[in-house]
């Protein structure tokens, strides 16, 4: 399925910094999540070899070489992930 492709600001922390990335989001490569709890990983979604993880109302971190299917489409994995590069 063909998603939009947006201009995204993401936080990469390989790199330490913001950037701005040209995102394609399909229906096929993200997971989004309800959660009333703050913070909380909202949506998940493969990108060019990485994983973007959406919390809140913060901005999206990229993270390289990780895929949805390698923490088993799990919020609780990608929290978890995103606690190891803050």
Do not use: C, H
Request: glycine share 10%; no cysteine; charged share 30%.
């Amino acid at each position: 399925m063909k998603g939009n492709t947006m201009e995204m600001t993401v936080y990469n922390p390989q790199k330490g910094r913001l950037e701005t990335l040209d995102v394609e989001l399909t229906e096929d490569g993200m997971t989004d999540f309800y959660s009333r709890r703050s913070g909380s990983v909202t949506m998940i979604a493969d990108w060019k070899g990485g994983l973007l993880i959406k919390s809140g109302y913060d901005y999206p971190m990229y993270i390289y070489d990780v895929s949805r299917a390698d923490i088993g489409f799990s919020r609780k994995k990608a929290e978890q992930l995103k606690r190891q590069y803050l």
